[in-house]
């Protein structure tokens, strides 16, 4: 079975970007464009969630806190995937449990690293 990457970003380049980097690896990715189309289309096989910190209708911060109410999601982990790498934001991601940060735009090798060992 291949592991499965939930992508919640608003830009659909994004979205692309990370489909054509993940799943020449192996990998399956579903999109969301926002927190609460990503809420709204959950499934318990998600592997991973990389997310967006600035979206509109719910943003990342929203989203992750909604996501660790739910038993099934609270352990799975979440990496940032984001333009924005203040110090702030970061406390505020780490105090939410998030497992990583990638700032935008990533380069796809390391990216996949990350990915690979938290997915893993
Ligand atoms: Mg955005």
Redesign the pocket.
């Known amino acids: 079975m291949p592991k499965k990457v939930m992508c919640v970003?608003?830009?659909n380049t994004?979205r692309m970007l990370v489909e054509k980097t993940l799943v020449p690896a192996g990998f399956e990715v579903v999109g969301a464009e926002n927190g609460q189309a990503a809420l709204d289309s959950l499934s318990p096989d998600i592997d991973l969630f990389l997310v967006?910190?600035?979206?509109p209708v719910m943003g990342g911060f929203e989203f992750i806190e909604n996501l660790k109410q739910k038993a099934e999601y609270k352990t799975k982990p979440v990496i940032f995937l984001?333009?924005e790498s203040s110090a702030e934001k970061k406390e505020k991601g780490k105090a939410l449990g998030i497992n990583g940060w990638v700032v935008k735009p990533f380069e796809p090798e390391s990216f996949l690293k990350v990915i690979n060992m938290l997915a893993g």
């Open positions: 970003d608003d830009s994004i967006d910190v600035n979206m984001t333009t």
